[in-house]
């Protein structure tokens, strides 16, 4: 048995050395990310180490690492999740910790450097309006979002709980501050949960992704949703009829972490790295309209000051939002999902 | 004159060739029958298996308990029923007509028509599904056009709802009903309806005590099919419902997505395999009576 598992060990590590080069496979969002990506990111840090990387998509890539966790075919080394699924995937043991004495995270917003996941881009969850149905007054606040009587319109919102049920609490003049302490109880959860139930009637659309509510903006679909600053940015400047507000926006992060089965985890690290870094960090903004995570980006002189001025981690805007809590999400996902779907099927 | 005929030797050898036959046919079916226990037998299995046990590892009824104290799940799989049901409605109603037509062409002209019914059939759910939205979303072509004509003022509400559910589902099953439906339409002995006609019965009687019992194993048929697919849809009603229709592959998936949880996936999958099974059973049992019901009265 012992000769068994040696011989195997001496295969593995054979195949490592005789591999000529290394690739990672890269488990990314669609869209602009991806674009910004292959140009700033990976792109060029995968060219200066010389590795391959392979890309692949996903919506929702909680779903995807514990489908390939569940199968026993975990294919992903490196993962762009969301802050809170990071957590989540942390706490389910999926991921592996992160090597800050190869990844340099000292200009780092705080908190974005977790153990498991390090952030690339902050992003707003926004309440966006179709500017041709509210020529004269716009909506300003989540209490004008579920105002159908001075804002009458088909409205969408996510087929998911995450920062829809903080919009909830704070249309009802919740303070930011206590957000996370009524959210902490059962009658906060089931508070927030029915005053979406409420407007339900005025949801036409539950959408699933950031590229469907993008779309429903630009087709006229509906006249007001929630979804992402990013893709309402780039409507905007496809022309569509779209605007909207960093007020009141849920703050909250993407960031890369390797999976505890991946095979390339040193490889993984150092390309973590590279793309991390302020430059890196700086160039993706041409691309997405989202915030660095590395503060030292808005040092590089990369940035100019009106791109700065509507990016969501910028000094003058992350202000007026609530910074999303990670921890009180990744205690609550599955309590409060079930109350939400148990809502959208009534 | 048969004492000469060796009648029990020749049974005996005609006894030995229909076993031979036999054995043939069963060693021709058996790739299939393996492939078959392979592809289907072993995952249903494995998902009864998986249902079996709770969140924590142990054996328990917990995820049907989940299922039946959840008011949501009754929901859930009262709509999947509805929503299959009026795509077998949308399919009789358009499906037997159109087939009864199909049927009384020239047969080259038939060929024609067949072949537009199938033609959708070889084009991807996905990009039907998005021809629909296309079609009949807010400022859709459908609405725009309407509009633009002064039929109507406001836009109607066609996409993200039952009514589109259903349109892409019909769209999707057609094929599969009026296949079998024409089937047994072609095996209708044109001769039959001559008969009646000659007899004085008007087109309408014709049909209804002629055309249509005679064509109705075909339509049973059908329709059984159509309805037992339609509960398994997921791609139709997640992207034409706009989260308005929740159907159980849904809540299957965000089982899985949301919570990881196979258990539970796996006890929805198995509750809806076996409802499946009593309704398909049921169906059969309602072929089998109005068909024998009939056969006694062809011989009476």
């Known amino acids: ?346 | 004159m048969s004492a000469a005929l060796p009648l029990g030797e020749n049974q005996t050898e005609l006894a030995r060739d229909a076993r031979v036959e036999r054995a043939l046919a069963f060693a021709l079916a058996l790739p299939c029958l393996i492939v078959v226990a392979l592809c289907v037998l072993i995952p249903c299995g494995w998902l009864f298996y998986l249902s079996a046990f709770g969140n924590d590892g142990s054996l328990s009824w917990e995820n049907y308990e989940r299922v039946s104290s959840g008011a949501s799940y009754g929901r859930i799989f009262i709509t999947t029923f509805e929503v299959s049901l009026l795509t077998v409605l949308a399919c009789v109603g358009i499906g037997v007509p159109f087939a009864a037509f199909v049927n009384s062409l020239p047969p080259r002209v038939a060929g024609l028509f067949v072949a537009a019914v199938l033609l959708p059939f070889w084009t991807s759910l996905l990009v039907r599904a998005y021809a629909w939205l296309v079609l009949l979303q807010r400022n859709g072509l459908i609405n725009t056009a309407l509009i633009d004509m002064g039929l109507t003022e406001a836009p109607l509400d066609l996409a993200f709802n039952w009514f589109s559910t259903v349109l892409g589902m019909t769209h999707i099953m057609l094929p599969i009903f009026i296949l079998p439906v024409l089937g047994a339409m072609r095996n209708i002995d044109p001769g039959m309806i001559r008969a009646a006609a000659s007899m004085g019965a008007s087109w309408g009687l014709t049909m209804r005590r002629v055309f249509l019992p005679l064509a109705a194993p075909g339509i049973i048929a059908g329709a059984i099919l159509v309805f037992v697919m339609s509960l398994g849809f997921y791609v139709t009603p997640a992207i034409l419902g706009g989260g308005n229709v929740q159907v159980i592959s849904m809540r299957i998936a965000r089982s899985l997505s949301n919570f990881s949880n196979w258990g539970a996936a796996s006890a929805l999958g198995v509750l809806l395999l076996l409802f499946t099974g009593a309704l398909l059973a049921l169906g059969l049992m309602a072929q089998r009576l109005i068909l024998g019901a009939r056969k006694g009265q062809d011989h009476a």
């Open chain 1, 1 to 346: 048995m012992r000769t068994l598992v040696m011989a195997a060990g001496l295969v593995a590590a054979g195949g490592a050395v005789w591999a000529e080069g290394v690739t990672l496979t890269l488990n990314t969002p669609g869209g602009a990310v991806l674009e910004g990506g292959n140009a700033v990111l990976w792109g060029p840090a995968a060219a200066e180490l010389g590795y391959e990387v392979k890309i692949e998509t996903s919506d929702n890539s909680l779903d995807a690492l514990r489908l390939q966790v569940g199968a026993n075919a975990v294919s992903t080394d490196i993962i762009v999740m969301s802050g809170y699924q990071s957590a989540i995937a942390a706490n389910e043991g999926m991921l592996a910790p992160l090597d800050y004495n190869v990844i340099d995270a000292k200009d780092f917003v705080e908190g974005a450097a977790t153990p498991y996941c390090i952030g690339i881009y902050g992003y707003a969850a926004v309440m966006a309006w179709n500017t041709k149905t509210y020529p004269d007054k716009a909506p300003a606040s989540w209490a004008d979002f579920w105002d159908t009587e001075a804002f009458p319109g088909r409205r969408a919102m996510r087929a998911d709980a995450e920062a829809q049920v903080e919009m909830a609490l704070l249309s009802q003049g919740v303070a930011p501050a206590d957000l996370y302490t009524v959210l902490a109880t059962e009658e906060g959860m089931q508070r927030a949960i029915d005053r979406i139930a409420e407007l339900k009637p005025e949801i036409a659309v539950w959408w699933n992704s950031g590229a469907q509510h993008g779309q429903l903006m630009l087709d006229g679909e509906v006249d007001m949703t929630t979804g992402w600053n990013g893709r309402f940015q780039t409507a905007k400047a496809n022309g569509g009829p779209v605007e909207f507000t960093y007020n009141q926006g849920i703050l909250a992060y993407d960031c890369f972490a390797i999976p505890a089965a991946s095979q390339h985890k040193e490889e993984a690290m150092k390309l973590i790295n590279l793309m991390s870094a302020a430059k890196a960090q700086a160039a993706l903004t041409g691309y997405v309209a989202y915030g660095p995570m590395n503060k030292a980006a808005f040092d590089t002189g990369l940035i100019a000051p009106e791109v700065a001025a509507v990016l969501p981690t910028s000094p003058q805007n992350s202000g007026s939002m609530i910074v999303q809590d990670i921890t009180w999400w990744a205690a609550n996902n599955d309590r409060i999902q079930q109350m939400f779907e148990d809502m959208m099927t009534q």
